[in-house]
């Protein structure tokens, strides 16, 4: 038995990243949740604000928001994205001894849901998930171009920095699954550029134009009001960020970006302990029947990569932001299996030592963090 564990792990490893997640949720709940709290309290109550779409959902059913609520909500967008994520990688490549490496090099990356574990609360993950359900759903007529539109304004209203972290991979995921296979013409294209900016505009009104209409104080009084235990004052010590200018951010992120510098090559071994995943993600790029299908896949990526690259330089949140990267690639590598290909790709090698052992490492890194690595 402990032979064939030597020769074949992945159900091992599987296994142990469950053990993993049930850890680092244990370990959550226990740290006091700043900025998810005070999300589910900020609503339109003064009007239209930039970050108040989920508090103002939340003021819809509770006049009161307790603490746990944040665990609860968190906790079961973290149950939808993973049972969504199992969904799609049986539509795309299927359950089986032979994908069940990939299964882990995606699904227990420390990038990926062990990492939205450690963020429980924060709104990155309505991203991945809206991006999922766009990889599941059907995508032949332009219903499926209007959802991925109203799915962009969703995530621009929760957090408009979503224009950067999520939307690129959408657009991607519309230009594979409905302008690549369907065809393009005059009605779906023009269609496809207005809601580009319609998204566009909504994320320059809430930029600029979705400030607080109030002082401080009074911001801080009214969220007390929305507070289960409003002496819990400490969670609302973030109440600045619907304050801070764009520019103060920008001027944060390169005041600490000598000291947050120091993580990159932790992000460079991360993603390189990931090589396996890169090798297949390249080999069905390459087995693409059509020439420009490649092309633009390669151009799309390196479009979502710089969108990444904007964000390090305006906000500092760098282990976020390089776990998303990655989460995009994963689900970008979904859509590129959705294409025509002219040959059948070898996925993940199930008995390579090499690659036992980076998918071992793998496994047993239990989350890359928020700002800095860890």
Request: net charge positive; with cysteine; hydrophobic share 55%.
């Amino acid at each position: 038995m402990l032979a064939e564990l030597r020769q074949n792990p992945w159900r091992l490893l599987l296994a142990i990243n469950a053990a993993v997640i049930v850890g680092l949720f244990v370990h959550k709940i226990q740290l006091p949740p700043y900025v998810p709290y005070i999300h589910l309290l900020v609503d339109y109550h003064f009007g239209f604000i930039k970050r108040a779409l989920i508090g103002a959902i939340v003021a819809l059913f509770a006049a009161k928001v307790p603490v746990w609520l944040v665990f609860a909500l968190g906790g079961a967008t973290w149950l939808v994205t993973s049972g969504l994520y199992a969904k799609l990688f049986q539509k795309t490549f299927g359950f089986t001894a032979t994908t069940l490496p990939l299964f882990v090099f995606i699904a227990g990356s420390p990038f990926f849901l062990k990492n939205f574990m450690h963020t429980l609360g924060h709104f990155d993950i309505y991203g991945c998930a809206l991006a999922i359900i766009l990889l599941l759903m059907p995508a032949s007529s332009l219903l499926f171009v209007a959802t991925a539109a109203l799915f962009s304004i969703i995530l621009v209203l929760i957090h408009h920095i979503h224009l950067l972290m999520y939307v690129p991979t959408i657009i991607t995921i519309v230009v594979t699954r409905h302008y690549l296979i369907y065809g393009c013409n005059r009605t779906n294209v023009a269609f496809g550029i207005i809601a580009v900016l319609v998204v566009s505009a909504l994320f320059f009104a809430a930029q600029f134009l979705g400030t607080m209409p109030i002082t401080d104080a009074d911001f801080v009084a009214y969220l007390k009001t929305r507070m289960a235990d409003p002496s819990r004052t400490d969670l609302l010590q973030f109440a600045y960020i619907w304050y801070q200018p764009l520019s103060k951010e920008i001027s944060d992120t390169w005041a600490w970006l000598p000291h947050n510098s120091l993580g990159i090559p932790v992000f460079a071994l991360l993603i390189w302990l990931h090589t396996p995943l890169w090798r297949c993600f390249s080999a069905l790029i390459r087995a693409l029947e059509n020439d420009m299908h490649c092309r633009l896949v390669i151009a799309a990526l390196i479009g979502v990569s710089l969108a990444y690259l904007v964000m390090f330089a305006m906000v500092f949140d760098y282990s976020r932001w390089i776990s998303n990267w990655a989460v995009c690639m994963f689900l970008i590598l979904h859509a590129v299996k959705m294409l025509p290909a002219d040959k059948e790709t070898p996925l993940i090698p199930a008995e390579d030592q090499k690659t036992n052992i980076f998918g071992l490492i793998l496994t047993l890194i239990p989350r890359v963090g928020i700002v800095r690595p860890f």
